[in-house]
Every structure is written in structure tokens, then in C-alpha cells.
């Protein structure tokens, strides 16, 4: 029987932990426990920061909001978006695809996972918006780095190190984050009915002009069936370039790429405002792969490449989605088909990139890599740096990779 | 021949790069002083023989006179000759008919004279950076370690207890005894070569004495050869790979906090430098595995190594140290790939800021950070120090632009962090290695993303009768949903300071000044340029000029780029400082940097980097003043605190280095600092990677147990601590 403790204030969790390292106790970190990510792994002991909520500092002028780590991310949105701001790394809500339904889960645990949406190439992943944390080790000290402020050479960078770690160096309690100006208008450039060559073709060209798109994604035909939106074709793929800014600077820019592809013309289209939003929401809320019950990997590589791999596995049964303009393919194989994925995964390594199991049923959790490990050496300055910060190795043990 | 001893005390003083080695934490110059006073009151030591003088003074003008050969020689990358040069002297010393105790006190002597005379090209060649000088010397000294070997070869060395000297070769019959050896044979031997050895490495100071030796204490020969081996092998290493540029510095006048306000001031004199030294070493052909072998080597023995850019940087971050090889990069620069398509360009560290950006210019293409340096700043620096620059608001730091590196540990360990993909994959190595101030690794390669330039920039030059209402106005400007390129606020102080400088063409009847940079495209710039207009009025903006063309936007900038070298103008020495605050605190803080500009009886001008918070006091003094450098260093130490107070941090983007080190504690507590350095422990055990930078020392020593503290003296004393 797992044993949850919730405590409710950053003492409580310090205590706990210290508690924990004295007697060797492995614990595993919960915020809203929305995703079931990473590897699998037994504790017998469960810290849950749910009750660490809380907005401490908004300032929208200062461009910073201070929150408590278990905060629900979509509170802090709400709030966000009544100053006319947002998270410009755009948090995707994992709940579609762990459970079919809606679950942005916790602020600590969009950056323990560092998962951005898709406007990610062009205004940063989510660790590139943290300011600053405040966290317990797994000595049970109380460490933090970092401020409210953008520039901030003081020390290492140390927030950016526990982005996207998964838990296993500290547990988060406050997290201070970067907040911008909401657009005020979207617009999305649709051309339908090419193959990804062209679309990433026209993604790069987009890129090579003073446009500023931000977002590009391809669904080849099949994948956009469940878009309901007046405007968009799903018939055949759809190639998606958003424009974001004041809206008579928007129409000028889609104007603009409208000349640039005016071979495509016969298979242009416009989504304006309201439903552009709601295609890059469900893009990036990967609704594609609602409530999946196969395997769903993360794939990313140099854009160049992207092409190369996916024609590679032309004839298997893969189902994919590719988004930031070439640089991320998301895709899903059946999920006994372990040997699809090991091919996967070599490919990916040899074409300069890395795959993540974002999803998988349990089984797949305990049997594969969760990540991609390409050198021995970062291994070995991972298990290096974890020993720095949890010696025992308590906090979420195995959680990335297993031994650290 | 007369030796003048202060003369060779000034000279050798910090040479001793080997401290490490020696058991004996005893203080040298103390010794010195002691021994000086007790054996040769009149500071002067004499050759005895005439005869070996002549010989010597020969010798020696033999070597002035091949002295141009030499370098010469050297020039051509043929420094085979001086070992030559020497293997003759001692061939003719050798086949010379005087005993071999003779040739033993000629011996000595030779080493002595050789060793001034490279002192003297030391000495010149460190002044002048000159690398072919310091080549130079190291093959002389290379010379040096041949006589003695040759000289000390000597047989039948019992040795006292400490160790062989040389090898037992070739019984020699000669057992005649002469120059005044009171002690028998064998120690007398042993006992000369302890002195010839110690006056290369200068740990002992009885060297120069030739009469009345006494017993060497046990085991300090011992330890004499091991450094002896290693000076040998350090200079080995360099000979095989001498394209590099390793360089052991004299620091003991470089650690003056001097240096610190001269660095900033040498940045054109580093920038001629590397002009001058173009064509004589290109070392940007090599791979990362030289830094492999150096830092290896460096690993298994011991050396500290301080890295170091383009020396451009604000807080000493790559200031060499007395007993640390300070490994510049500045000419590993080439620019190895640039990918239009996946829009990035990858180099290796050394290359400059601007050069990046003007590499990919041609196809409309720029690299963001824009450090004020961007002219002399190597990017391995910017990534070091994660530089930031006017428009780091809109488009990041360093940190946000830096997208794979490829770093050298300093075990010789090498690893890729990142590439040309968009992220990476478990632990954020990348940026925790960017604004890690050269303690975690070697950078060796770079890759950086570029962006397309926008369509169209304009900028506003705005006037304000109080900064209250600029700070106002720039919070009013984000709060309404504009995120300009660059924003920038000047004080009356500067605007008056630069005015008179650059002759911008600024409004002489304000209190301050906000530049505000826009871009993107030409409608959207226009209308943020109303909105922008709107705001200001709103603050009540006495002055307002939009530029017309990019001529008139550039003038705009002038003044304000042109801050520290107005700065400069006007008073004699000044300290940058770089606290960053919330935006919104701008007034409070400023008000209080004048009630501080009072009470130390300083003056200083204000620029402020108001798009992010950064800001920069300019504080002015005069360092012929005994104590305004104190108080300067006070005065800016009491600005960092109060910007911590507020809110704010240490430093926006100069980073800590040395100059903010000890103000570490301001913001962190023990065990923010205990993780850091666990941090660091696991990059680099043994803490050989530019120490004594960013985290104050005493912490280390006592958490990390490594230093050892005799009698509750510290070690390097002389490096101050701010």
C-alpha cells in the first residue's frame, strides 16, 4: 500500500524528504499526476504537491508571475489572460492523451517535463522562460536559483537544469515564469493536399523571409479527421503556417506567403481568427492521439532529416503528425511492436536526433528506454549530477534512466 | 659578475608556477628576505674565479651575439638550434681542463647567467604578449634542464636520503676537491644541484649562495627533481604542440583590482593584438584534441588552467592567476559551417560576436546577442557569461540562442551537448554550461542560431523631466502588449557625458532619456510607433523624435554606445557596475545610487538596459588617489546589495568573475551555494578548472576540505579579496 503524503507548505516537504533521505526511502514526486510519463517506477512512498497552490507574485508590467508549484497550470492561464497575457512556450494539456479528457495538470509538472507546444520554435521551450525556482533537494535542503528577472548571470543556471528533469534532482515549490503580451490576432496559411517534401520546403522558405510564423505543422491525410472547424479541408493533408501580432500586420504577412506560394494557389486557405486558435490549441493538445492506447514517441530531429524518416517508414504502421516546422515528429506504433520501435529509435540516432516515449502502456514503460542515450560520458555526468543533488537517490529513482 | 639580488627577486617573483608540488607551504618571499639578510648583507654576490668568468662573460656574449639567430631560428619554428647552441657550451665546458668541481661551479654559473638572460626575454616578452619570445624562453629553459642533467650526471651519489641524481654512469677518476666544498664529495654534489635546480624553480632560496653550503633537508631534492620532470614535460608538451597559445603569466601585477577597470580599457589593445599576431600562428586548423591532451595532462598533474576568450569580459571571470596556465582561445576562430537551411552556424569558441553576424549578412541573416564588446567578444565567452546585449528582450540571451556546444572537462573528457537539432534530450547540460564562467569545461565547438533580420527598425528618442516618469513610461509600454527590440534609459549625467562626447545631437534640457527600437514589418513598426507616441505623451515626454531613416536611428544609438568610452573621457578611472532590478524600481534605485553617490563622495552616471532590468552604473574616480579605488569598489558593492534588496540580482550579464564573488552571499545562502559547487564537483573533482571565480573561497575550503589551512594562513594571499 503507497503511502501519499500532501503536505501543504514548502517545511512540510523539506521535512519529508529529509525524513525520507535519513532512511533511504525512495519517493515519488505527484503533482496532478496527469501524465503517466517516463519510466515506470515502484515507491514505496508518494509526495504530492497539490496543496503547494498558489499565485505569489503577478506582475504583469515586470513580465513575471511567482506561483506555488502545484498550482493547475490552467488557473494560472485564467488569471494570465485577464491581464491580456500568456505563456507565450504554450503548455500543452497532456489530459487528451493519457485520458481523453482535458487535465493540464500542475505548473511544477509542465516543467518537470518541459513540454511546450507548438510555438515552441519560434518563441522558446518552456526553459526558456523560467526565471527562477525554489525547490528541496534530496537531502531535504531548500535550494533555489535564479529571480524574477530576464537577465541573470548570477551562479549556474540551475533552473534551467531541473526543467525537464523529470523530478529526480528536486522537488519543485515555487517556480517563477515568464509571462508576454497574448497576441492580439492568429491567422492560419493552410495548403492542402501536398506531401511533407513541400510542406517542409515551404516551412523553410517561410523561415528565410522577415514573416515571423509561429507555427508549422504537417498532418498527412487521415490524422486531421477529428478537427471540427468550418473552414479546414481534412480530406487530404494539411500543411499549417500561423501568423500571430496587431491583425493589420497579420493580414499583411499572409498576404504576403499567399504571393510567396503562389504555385499552391488552387489549394490555399485562410483560418481567421477564432478557429486558427482552436487548430493550434488542438495541435498542440495533441488531439490526434486522443486517449491512445499505443505506444507515442516524440521524435526530433534536424529538419533536414525529417523527410528522409518518415520515408523511411513509409510501409509501417505509423501514424504521425509532424509540428515545429520539421524540427518535431509525434508518432504512435502499435504497441507490441517493440521491434518497430527499436528501428525507430536507430534511425533517429543516426540522423542526429532523439526520441522520447511520451506514452505506452505499462509493460512498454518498464521494458524500454525512456529516453535516447547516444554517449556513455553524459550518462555518466548525469548519474554525477543527480549524486549532487540526491546522493541517495530518493527522488523519483529510475525515473529517466535506469540506475539514476 | 656581479648578481644583483633584488633585481633577481623582482624578476623570478611568481614564476614558481609549481607551488602545488612542494609540501613546504612556508612563505617564499619571507624566506628570501631572511636568507638575503643573513648571507649577503650587501645584496650582491661575486663569481670568485676569474678565470670562469671570463669564460662565462664569453659564453654568454657569444649567445648575445647569436641572440637574433636565435629568434630567428625560432621564427622559423627551428628552436633545434638553441638546444644546439647549448649542447656546444657544454661541450666546451666539459672537454675544458679544469676539475670537475670547476666544471660543476661553471656549471652553476651558466645556469645562472641563462637564467637571467631568459628572465630578462621573460620579462619582455610577457609585457609585450610577445609568444614567440616566450617560446623562446622556454627552449632556453629547456637548455637549462639539459646542463643540469649533463652537469649532475654524476657517479657514486649516495645521496642523503633523497633520491639518485642522475644516473650512476661512467666512474670518473677525478677526485680532486677544490671551491670550497666543506662537506664531502657526494653532499657537496647533491648539494650544488639542489641549488642549480632550485634556481630554475625557486623554491628554495639558498641557490645562489657557492660557499658554506649547509645539509639540504630531506627530501626537498627529491621534490626539486619531480619539478624539474615537470617543468620538462609542460614544456614538451608545448614544444610538440607549440602551435597553441598557452601562456604562463606573471599575475602578480595583473591581480590588482586595477586590472579589473583595465580590462575593460584593454579591449582594443587585445583587438590590435590578435591583428598583429595574424599571421604567425593559425591554430584554428586544429581539432578539439588538443584541449583534450592539454586538459588531461593538466588533470593527472595537478595545473589549474584559467580559460580565456577574448579577455573582453567585466568582472574578471578570466583573469589570470599566479598559479593557473591561462589557455587562450582568441585564435581558435574559424567559422566551420553556416546552415541557412536549418538557419544556424557553427563555429569554434574563439570567433568574434560581430563577426558571426557579419558572416551570414549577405542573405539578410543576424545573430541576436549584441554585447556593446560584440566588436572583440568571442562567442565561447558570450556563452560563458550568458552576454546579453540592447536587444535581449525580444530575442534572449545567449542562452536562448545557443542551440548545441561541444565541451572538453577537464578530465579530457569530451561531450556534445545539444546540435543542430531544436532541444535535447535528459539533463539541460546546455544551459547549465551557458553563464557557467568557464568553470565547467573547454568550449571547443559552437552552434548558434541566426535569425532573419526583420523588415523594418525605427527608434524614438524620448525625453522625460524625471526618470520616475521614463521608468514609468517603459512600464507602460509592456503593459500594454509592446515588446520592443531595445529600450535603453540615460541619466543627465550620461546624456550630458556623452553629448559632449559623440555630439549625438541629445535634448540638453532632460532628465532622461529612453530609446525605444522597434522592428519587424514596415505596417506593424508603424503602428507600434503610434502606440509607443501615445504612451509617451501619456508620461509626459518633453522631447520626441521618431528617426526618419536608419542613419538617423544609428545616431539615436551613437550616444548611448558611446556611454563608456565618454564615461572614460571624463574621469581618469571609473567602475562599470551590473546589478539587474524589476523594471518598476528603476526611480527608487536610482535615488538611492545618489544618496550612496554622496556618501562615498564619488560621482556616477546611470544607463539602464530598460527592456530587461539591467542596469549599469558608470562610477567615476581616480585611481592615483590612494583609497578612491576602495571606495569605488565600496560604492559598488553597496549598489549591488541594495539591487538584491529590491528585488533584483548581482548581475545581468557581466557575470560574477572575481569582482562579485564575495557578494555571492547577498543572494545565496550556504546551501544554495553547498549545491552549486556539488554541481561543480561533479563537472570537475578536483576543482582545477578556473578557480577562485564566482564562489567565494572560504566556502569552498571548508565545505570541500580540499585546501589545506596552515596555521590558519590562507594560501594565495596575495590574490586580494574584494
Given at each position: 500500500m503507497r503511502e501519499i503524503y500532501s503536505p501543504s507548505s514548502e517545511h512540510e516537504v523539506a521535512d519529508f524528504i529529509k525524513n525520507c533521505n535519513s532512511r533511504e526511502i525512495p519517493i515519488e514526486i505527484i503533482g496532478h499526476n496527469s501524465k503517466s510519463i517516463g519510466r515506470l517506477i515502484q515507491c514505496s512512498k508518494s509526495l504530492n504537491l497539490k496543496n503547494l497552490s498558489g499565485i505569489i507574485e503577478y506582475f504583469p508590467e515586470e513580465l513575471y508571475i511567482k506561483v506555488k508549484s502545484g498550482t493547475p497550470l490552467d488557473l494560472i492561464e485564467?488569471?494570465?489572460?485577464?491581464?491580456?497575457?500568456?505563456?507565450?512556450?504554450?503548455?500543452?494539456?497532456?489530459?487528451?492523451?493519457?485520458?481523453?479528457?482535458?487535465?493540464?495538470?500542475?505548473?511544477?509538472?509542465?516543467?518537470?517535463?518541459?513540454?511546450?507546444?507548438?510555438?515552441?520554435?519560434?518563441?522558446g521551450a518552456l526553459r526558456d522562460h523560467i526565471l527562477g525556482f525554489r525547490g528541496i533537494n534530496g537531502k531535504g535542503e531548500i535550494v533555489k536559483s535564479g529571480g524574477t528577472v530576464v537577465k541573470n548571470v548570477t551562479g549556474y543556471d540551475v533552473s534551467k537544469l531541473i526543467t525537464g528533469a523529470y523530478g529526480t534532482l528536486?522537488?519543485?515549490?515555487?517556480?517563477?515564469?515568464?509571462?508576454?503580451?497574448?497576441?492580439?490576432?492568429?491567422?492560419?496559411?493552410?495548403?492542402?493536399?501536398?506531401?511533407?517534401?513541400?510542406?517542409?520546403?515551404?516551412?523553410?522558405?517561410?523561415?528565410?523571409?522577415?514573416?515571423?510564423?509561429?507555427?508549422?505543422?504537417?498532418?498527412?491525410?487521415?490524422?486531421?479527421?477529428?478537427?471540427k472547424l468550418n473552414d479546414l479541408d481534412t480530406t487530404t493533408s494539411i500543411t499549417a503556417i500561423r501568423l500571430e501580432g496587431p491583425k493589420i500586420s497579420v493580414v499583411e504577412r499572409v498576404n504576403t506567403l499567399k504571393k510567396l506560394f503562389d504555385e499552391y494557389k488552387k489549394t490555399i486557405s485562410v483560418l481567421e481568427n477564432y478557429q486558427s486558435r482552436i487548430f493550434w490549441q488542438n495541435t498542440t493538445d495533441l488531439q490526434f492521439f486522443n486517449n491512445s492506447t499505443n505506444v507515442v514517441v516524440k521524435i526530433i530531429l534536424p529538419p533536414v532529416n525529417t523527410d528522409q524518416f518518415i520515408n523511411k517508414f513509409e510501409n509501417e504502421e505509423l501514424k504521425y503528425v509532424v509540428d515545429?516546422?520539421?524540427?518535431?515528429?509525434?508518432?504512435?506504433?502499435?504497441?507490441?511492436?517493440?521491434?518497430?520501435?527499436?528501428?525507430?529509435?536507430?534511425?533517429?540516432?543516426?540522423?542526429?536526433?532523439?526520441?522520447?516515449?511520451?506514452?505506452?502502456?505499462n509493460h512498454v514503460r518498464i521494458k524500454e528506454d525512456f529516453l535516447t542515450i547516444v554517449d556513455e560520458n553524459i550518462k555518466v555526468l548525469s548519474l554525477k549530477i543527480k549524486e549532487s543533488f540526491d546522493p541517495k537517490k530518493i527522488l523519483n529513482p529510475g525515473k529517466m534512466y535506469s540506475g539514476i | 659578475m656581479d648578481l644583483d639580488l633584488d633585481k633577481c627577486y623582482d624578476k623570478f617573483q611568481g614564476?614558481?608556477?609549481?607551488?602545488?608540488?612542494?609540501?613546504?607551504?612556508?612563505?617564499?618571499?619571507h624566506?628570501?628576505?631572511?636568507?638575503?639578510?643573513?648571507?649577503?648583507?650587501?645584496?650582491?654576490?661575486?663569481?670568485?674565479?676569474?678565470?670562469?668568468?671570463?669564460?662565462?662573460?664569453?659564453?654568454?656574449?657569444?649567445?648575445?651575439?647569436?641572440?637574433?639567430?636565435?629568434?630567428?631560428?625560432?621564427?622559423?619554428?627551428?628552436?633545434?638550434?638553441?638546444?644546439?647552441t647549448f649542447e656546444n657550451l657544454m661541450d666546451e665546458i666539459d672537454q675544458s681542463k679544469i676539475s670537475k668541481d670547476e666544471k660543476i661551479a661553471n656549471g652553476i654559473e651558466l645556469l645562472h647567467m641563462l637564467y637571467n638572460y631568459s628572465n630578462s626575454l621573460l620579462e619582455h616578452a610577457f609585457e609585450q604578449d610577445d609568444y614567440i619570445m616566450i617560446q623562446m624562453v622556454n627552449a632556453i629553459i629547456l637548455g637549462l634542464i639539459l646542463v643540469t642533467k649533463r652537469f649532475f650526471k654524476l657517479p657514486g651519489n649516495s645521496g642523503s636520503g633523497s633520491g639518485q641524481v642522475g644516473g650512476e654512469n661512467e666512474t670518473e677518476n677525478?677526485?680532486?676537491?677544490?671551491?670550497?666544498?666543506?662537506?664531502?664529495?657526494?653532499?657537496?654534489?647533491?648539494?650544488?644541484?639542489?641549488?642549480?635546480?632550485?634556481?630554475?624553480?625557486?623554491?628554495?632560496?639558498?641557490?645562489?649562495?657557492?660557499?658554506?653550503?649547509?645539509?639540504?633537508?630531506?627530501?626537498?631534492?627529491?621534490?626539486?627533481?619531480?619539478?624539474?620532470?615537470?617543468?620538462?614535460?609542460?614544456?614538451?608538451?608545448?614544444?610538440?604542440?607549440?602551435?597553441?597559445?598557452?601562456?604562463?603569466?606573471?599575475?602578480?601585477?595583473?591581480?590588482?583590482?586595477?586590472d579589473i577597470v583595465n580590462d575593460m580599457l584593454i579591449i582594443e589593445r587585445d583587438n590590435l593584438k590578435t591583428e598583429h599576431n595574424k599571421n604567425r600562428f593559425d591554430i584554428s586548423n586544429l581539432s578539439h584534441k588538443l584541449f583534450v591532451d592539454i586538459l588531461k595532462y593538466c588533470h593527472e598533474n595537478n595545473i589549474k588552467i584559467v580559460p580565456r576568450g577574448s579577455g573582453t569580459g567585466l568582472s574578471g571571470g578570466a583573469l589570470p592567476l599566479a598559479d593557473c596556465v591561462l589557455l587562450g582561445l582568441s585564435k581558435f576562430n574559424k567559422i566551420l559551417e553556416i546552415d541557412f537551411e536549418n538557419r544556424c552556424v557553427v563555429t569554434q569558441p574563439g570567433v568574434t560576436n560581430l563577426s558571426l553576424t557579419k558572416a551570414v549578412e549577405h542573405n539578410g541573416f543576424y545573430y541576436a546577442p549584441d554585447p556593446s564588446s560584440q566588436i572583440a567578444c568571442s562567442i565561447g565567452g558570450n556563452i560563458a557569461e550568458n552576454s546579453g546585449g540592447v536587444h535581449s528582450l525580444k530575442y534572449g540571451t545567449t542562452t536562448n540562442n545557443?542551440?548545441?556546444?561541444?565541451?572538453?572537462?577537464?578530465?579530457?573528457?569530451?561531450?556534445?551537448?545539444?546540435?543542430k537539432k531544436l532541444e535535447s534530450e535528459g539533463y539541460d547540460l546546455l544551459g547549465l554550461i551557458t553563464g557557467s564562467e568557464g568553470l565547467l569545461g573547454v568550449l571547443t565547438?559552437?552552434?548558434?542560431?541566426?535569425?532573419?533580420?526583420?523588415?523594418?527598425?525605427?527608434?524614438?528618442?524620448?525625453?522625460?523631466?524625471?526618470?520616475?516618469?521614463?521608468?514609468?513610461?517603459?512600464?507602460?509600454?509592456?503593459?500594454?502588449?509592446?515588446?520592443?527590440?531595445?529600450?535603453?534609459?540615460?541619466?543627465?549625467?550620461?546624456?550630458?557625458?556623452?553629448?559632449?562626447?559623440?555630439?549625438?545631437?541629445?535634448?540638453?534640457?532632460?532628465?532622461?532619456?529612453?530609446?525605444?527600437?522597434?522592428?519587424?514589418?514596415?505596417?506593424?513598426?508603424?503602428?507600434?510607433?503610434k502606440r509607443v507616441e501615445e504612451i509617451a505623451k501619456k508620461n509626459k515626454s518633453t522631447y520626441l523624435r521618431i528617426s526618419k531613416n536608419d542613419e538617423e536611428r544609428l545616431r539615436f544609438w551613437l550616444g548611448r554606445k558611446a556611454a563608456f568610452p565618454a564615461i572614460g573621457d571624463m574621469s581618469p578611472d571609473y567602475l562599470c557596475m551590473d546589478g539587474t532590478i524589476p523594471r518598476k524600481k528603476l526611480a527608487e534605485v536610482l535615488k538611492e545610487i545618489t544618496k550612496l553617490s554622496q556618501k562615498h563622495g564619488l560621482k556616477v552616471a546611470n544607463c539602464f538596459h530598460a527592456g530587461d532590468g539591467n542596469l549599469h552604473p558608470l562610477i567615476m574616480f581616480d585611481s592615483n588617489i590612494k583609497s578612491e579605488l576602495k571606495k569605488a569598489e565600496k560604492f559598488g558593492a553597496d549598489i549591488l546589495k541594495y539591487c538584491v534588496k529590491v528585488g533584483g540580482v548581482l548581475t545581468g550579464e557581466h557575470g560574477v568573475g572575481i569582482e562579485k564573488r564575495d557578494l555571492m552571499c547577498e543572494m545565496f545562502n550556504d546551501e544554495d551555494i553547498q549545491q552549486q559547487l556539488n554541481i561543480k564537483q561533479a563537472f570537475d573533482d578536483k576543482s582545477l578548472l578556473n578557480p577562485g571565480k564566482v564562489y567565494p573561497i572560504l566556502h569552498r575550503c571548508a565545505e570541500g576540505g580540499k585546501m589545506h589551512i596552515h596555521k590558519g594562513d590562507t594560501k594565495f594571499k596575495d590574490i586580494p579579496r574584494f
Open positions: 485564467k488569471e494570465l489572460d485577464k491581464k491580456n497575457q500568456e505563456l507565450s512556450f504554450e503548455p500543452s494539456d497532456m489530459g487528451f492523451l493519457y485520458n481523453g479528457k482535458s487535465n493540464k495538470g500542475s505548473v511544477g509538472g509542465a516543467v518537470a517535463c518541459n513540454l511546450s507546444g507548438s510555438r515552441r520554435f519560434r518563441a528536486v522537488a519543485l515549490t515555487e517556480i517563477v515564469l515568464k509571462v508576454q503580451p497574448k497576441n492580439e490576432e492568429s491567422q492560419t496559411l493552410l495548403v492542402n493536399n501536398i506531401n511533407l517534401k513541400k510542406a517542409l520546403n515551404i516551412f523553410s522558405k517561410s523561415m528565410q523571409t522577415s514573416v515571423e510564423i509561429s507555427g508549422a505543422c504537417f498532418y498527412p491525410a487521415k490524422m486531421s479527421k477529428f478537427f515545429w516546422a520539421g524540427n518535431l515528429i509525434w508518432a504512435e506504433i502499435p504497441e507490441n511492436d517493440s521491434v518497430l520501435l527499436r528501428q525507430l529509435r536507430m534511425e533517429v540516432i543516426k540522423l542526429g536526433g532523439h526520441m522520447t516515449i511520451i506514452k505506452a502502456p | 614564476s614558481n608556477i609549481l607551488s602545488d608540488y612542494t609540501d613546504d607551504e612556508t612563505n617564499f618571499s624566506n628570501w628576505r631572511k636568507w638575503v639578510k643573513e648571507n649577503h648583507p650587501d645584496r650582491k654576490m661575486n663569481i670568485k674565479d676569474p678565470k670562469t668568468k671570463q669564460r662565462i662573460t664569453q659564453n654568454f656574449q657569444e649567445m648575445s651575439d647569436c641572440k637574433d639567430k636565435i629568434y630567428n631560428d625560432l621564427y622559423r619554428n627551428n628552436d633545434k638550434n638553441i638546444t644546439n677525478e677526485t680532486e676537491n677544490e671551491t670550497g666544498n666543506e662537506t664531502g664529495n657526494e653532499t657537496g654534489n647533491e648539494l650544488l644541484l639542489s641549488r642549480a635546480l632550485s634556481s630554475m624553480t625557486f623554491s628554495n632560496p639558498m641557490s645562489f649562495s657557492n660557499s658554506s653550503p649547509t645539509m639540504i633537508p630531506a627530501g626537498v631534492l627529491e621534490s626539486q627533481m619531480k619539478q624539474l620532470e615537470v617543468m620538462e614535460k609542460m614544456i614538451e608538451v608545448q614544444q610538440k604542440q607549440r602551435l597553441y597559445d598557452i601562456d604562463i603569466r606573471k599575475a602578480e601585477k595583473r591581480l590588482a583590482a586595477q545557443v542551440l548545441g556546444v561541444e565541451i572538453v572537462l577537464m578530465d579530457g573528457t569530451v561531450m556534445k551537448f545539444g546540435g565547438e559552437v552552434t548558434v542560431k541566426i535569425l532573419k533580420k526583420p523588415q523594418s527598425v525605427k527608434a524614438l528618442l524620448l525625453g522625460f523631466q524625471s526618470v520616475e516618469d521614463s521608468g514609468q513610461c517603459v512600464s507602460d509600454i509592456i503593459s500594454g502588449g509592446i515588446i520592443p527590440a531595445g529600450m535603453e534609459i540615460m541619466d543627465k549625467p550620461l546624456i550630458k557625458a556623452t553629448d559632449d562626447y559623440a555630439k549625438a545631437g541629445y535634448p540638453k534640457d532632460v532628465e532622461a532619456i529612453l530609446i525605444v527600437e522597434l522592428d519587424g514589418t514596415e505596417s506593424e513598426v508603424n503602428i507600434l510607433i
